[in-house]
């Protein structure tokens, strides 16, 4: 029977078992490829159970499935909760794709087995908290995915990882202080209602949380999400981890752990606080838009390929953001599939500037000019996930950004506006450093610049055709997606007293599913 | 004769002493001056090994008793014995297990520490267990008097202790001035239970918690001087801000496995006197004491916090990451209720284990001379000693209030425990100084697991002028430099010759023994955290 065999704990222990048996194995012992290979079963196992996972799941049920719940500890109210919907579902599986090709497409330069190691820690840690129900369980995976990112970009970034490894540890725990007295004050605030202590999600989104109450609580949690993610203001600390993380660690960086914020923010902030979410959607909306406008125009005058990448990270979460508080069903889905999109696209692109520094060392676009001619494999690679980062029809990108944007004009209009101005910025940076890279002149040292070997290519293979199929056939995704975001929609509208628009939700997502598919790539 | 002998015997009256409730640190003591005796009784002088062992069944004896202790409280309730002054209840016999857990493992760490210094004698262990029996007194002190009692037996043997190495200049230095500052704060207690006295008619806890319930003093300022001088005795003790000044330069100078012991010992005993004294006996008057109480602890998160940021030598960020951790404490404390004191306990409790195996490695690094104590020393351990680091990262990560450790339980439950009693601004601030403490304790952490000559990190900042860097090559700082390019990649190789210099640090058996046991204690509890939770949560007080 397949719901009874405990598949999301399996998720977690995978990786976790993994990571000791790495660290448990001596280097002098083994042969020097052997974490390695070791870690890239471990990773490949977990996909073998997330895909297991996505196959088992139900398509048309809203609610959280294959849950498993224990008690942890009695006297805390800690339990060991697990479930998935279609808000995490992907997130998951997204987790599960990326670990073994970072791990095969960006290696260590040194020290592999703590490498390895830390990998593997970081996979336990994000897929326990896109799996946890239980607020105290996912703050434990939240607080935990800090430490293997800290040692990973402090012990194998470039030269300014201490300040950069410290600057990110410090900004994201520091969010994470307000998270977790957040957390135990709802839970009190639960227990002065019922008489219960309890940390399970389905059991606090009951709780009745007052206006102030609601909003100093909502802020106390997307503090710490919105750091994470990062949203404008708190991204200062992202373009410094960003550029000056290891390829690996950048990847997951903005692929994986930036997704914790916005996740958290759905899951959480949406279904805790609806009231507080309605009420402070202008403030954040407004935030979001910030970001998209403010990440585009300073991505322009980047000189350095991460920054510019890191910049561009920061309009894209601010999609994100205007379409979850855009509070509908389009909005929320297109947020939650760009979540993926983005995730896709960006590791793509990172791990594609990654090689590129492997080749010459820099990642100053200045220094590089018409790579196309000596790499043209890397060049058309590169003009996939580009055209997917800007949205082009056809690819992954637009689906997200389509339904975002129809989200959040039917609710706040001119946001939606503002917003659409960042698409057409970022389509200027991106073409512009493009043309830099690959058009032109090729210097000397830029023709001596080698293509992408066979084993490169199959590690990108995978996520090109992710990223295609995504944009021309998105359906099976928002199929799963959707009744979860219109369960949450439908409790936000209940908590606000808002009518709940029932065939709007419906209609208007499958529309945008068939369309691209008549597009086509330009 | 007979006659006079006889009515003066029915005119003392003899309390009651029931043995049990005592025994624990009957033991204790018992262990210290057979030891002591001994040593005077034989000719030659008694080996370290010896004083270890007697101190290691004295510790596991008082360990054994101190769980019947719990059994007979469990079955028959909590009671009071040697006409009230000592209180046999719940929370008494969790400190007694406290205590004695930290002096078993100082014994461990104190073995391999004095062979290597070449200290003879067992003068060393049975100043730790005499200053243990105080510190066990206090937990069961019913009476201030008893209080002040426990609080000169623990202190009087630390000073000694501090100052126990006296081949080091600093160990004498700081054992001086914690010997003055200590006296004067001891003084300053006295008159606090003095003033006490004089405002309810008792030293007895029970006794002043009943005249408070049932009398309204008017004109309460001789209470509140004395609650105050009470608060600044135990703030001192505990070492909270303000009354912090003595322990930076206490915990670098004493030798390393004494400052484990009195960041665990001295602190368990005066928190537990701290606790019963305010929570139990002052609790009516709460609303006088709270906020001071508050204060303290806002400023002992932040200082703490944020001084240890400064610091170059780890035993000194230790001094000050522990006045983090009391802030932690007293949040319990300000809460005043049940809860909070389950908290502290349990807080207490674990934070034993993290700082004491964190003291054994601190011990073990330092080299003959105390000598290797900066942060740069810790500089490519994960390479040469990659288990012992890998168990010191533990460990400062627990401290750093990591998932899955007892570190984050415990700051979890003083959390909670203040956030139930209304005080999010002290939980907010307790978790952003969380935040920074953190970082020192990652950047130590760092330090170890970069190679020699591995540039990046923040551990090299300053250090030629760290003290104590005379006695050793100045550690080279070869490889990529910082800022030359930005753009620059990590050469593999660290320089060899610098890992040779500074070789591995022998670990003696014991002392690794202890550092295991702390860190398979804060792991296993912090995934499997039911029975310890149980333990403290069941550790009522008396009265509350």
Known sequence: MASSFPYLTVLVLVPAVGAAAVALVPSRRVASWFHEALGLAVTAVTLAVAAAVTVAFKAHDGGYQMVSSHVWATQLGIRWAVGIDGISLFLVLLTAVL??????????????????????????????????????????????????AYFLIGGWGYARRGYAAIKFFVYTFAGSAFLLV????????????????????????????????????????????????????????????????????????VAVLAKLGTYGIIRFDLNLFPQASRTLAPLLLTLAVVGIVYGALVACVQRDLKRLLAYSSLAQIGFIALGTFALNSQGLSGGVLQM???????????????????????????????????????????????????????????????????????????????????????AVYLLWAYQQVFHGEPAEEDLGTTDLSTGERLVVAPLIVLIVLLGVFPKPVLDRITPSVDRLVIHVDTVTHTPVPAGLARTQVAAPAKRPSTGGVP | MTALFASAATTIDVPHVDYLSILPMVIMLGGAVVLMVASSLVRRILG??????????????????????WDHVRTHGPSVTVAGAIAFDGFAVFVQVTVAAAMLLTALVGDGY?????????????????????????????DLIVVFLGLEILSIALYVLAAFNHRRPQSGEGALKYFVLGGFSSAVFVYGIALTYGATGTTNLPQIADFLSRNVVASNGVLLGGMALLLVGFAFKVAAVPFHMWSPDVYEGSPSPVTGFMAAVAKAGAFAALLRVFVSS???????????????????LVLGAVVALTQRDVKRMMAYSSINHVGFILLGVVAASPRGVSASLYYLFTYTFLVVGTFA???????PGDTGNRITDYRGLARRQPVMALAFAVLLLGQAGMPFTTGFLAKLEVIEASVADQGYTLAAVAMLSAAVAAFFYLRLAVTMFSPVGMEGDLADV???????????????????????????????????????????????????????????????????????????????????
């Open chain 1, 99 to 148: 670990f073994p090709l970072t791990m095969l497409g960006a290696r260590a330069r040194r020290d592999p087995r703590s490498f390895v190691g830390w990998m593997l820690l970081l996979e336990a840690a994000c897929m326990g908290s896109f799996i946890a129900l239980d607020l105290i369980l996912f703050f434990l995976f939240f607080e935990l995915t800090l430490v293997p």
């Open chain 1, 182 to 253: 957040g957390i135990v004050a709802v839970a009190f605030l639960h227990r002065s209602q019922t008489h219960v202590l309890t940390f399970y999600l389905p059991a606090l989104v009951h709780t009745h949380v007052s206006g102030t109450e609601g909003v100093l609580l909502f802020l106390a949690f997307t503090a710490a999400f919105a750091v994470k993610a990062p949203l404008f203001p708190f991204h200062t600390w992202s373009p410094d981890a960003y550029s000056q993380a290891p390829t690996a660690g950048a990847v997951l960086l």
């Open chain 1, 340 to 426: 993926v999109n983005h995730g896709l696209v960006v590791a793509t692109l990172f791990i594609l500037v990654g090689w590129i520094y492997e080749r010459r060392r820099t990642w100053q676009v200045s220094s590089l000019r018409g790579l196309q001619s000596p790499a043209p494999v890397l060049a058309g690679v590169f003009t996939v996930a580009m055209l997917a980062s800007i949205g082009v029809p056809g690819l992954n990108g637009f689906v997200g950004e389509f339904l975002i944007l129809v989200g959040t004009f039917v609710a706040h209009r001119w946001w939606a506006v503002a917003a659409t101005a960042g698409i057409i910025v970022a």
């Open chain 2, 48 to 69: 370290v090994s010896i004083g270890t062992w007697v101190a290691m069944a004295t510790s596991l004896a008082a360990l054994v008793a101190a769980l019947v202790q």
């Open chain 2, 114 to 142: 004095l062979k290597r210094e070449g200290v003879e004698g067992p003068e060393f262990h049975v100043l730790a267990m005499v200053s243990a029996s105080g510190a066990m007194m206090m937990g069961a002190a019913n």
């Open chain 2, 282 to 300: 002052l609790v009516t008057v709460r609303v006088d004491w709270q906020p001071v109480v508050w204060m303290l602890a806002l400023l002992s």
């Open chain 2, 361 to 367: 490695v601190i011990s073990v690094m330092g080299r």
């Open chain 2, 462 to 544: 300053g250090t030629a002028a760290a003290p104590g860097s005379a006695n050793l090559p100045p550690v080279p700082v070869a490889g990529p430099a910082d800022g030359v390019a930005s753009l620059q990649v990590l050469t593999d190789a660290p320089p060899e010759a610098a890992v040779a210099a500074r070789g591995r640090v022998p670990v003696p058996g014991l002392t690794a023994v202890a550092i295991g046991t702390c860190v398979a204690f804060s792991v296993v509890f912090g995934i499997f955290p039911g029975p310890v939770l149980d333990f403290a949560r069941q550790a009522t007080l008396l009265l509350a």
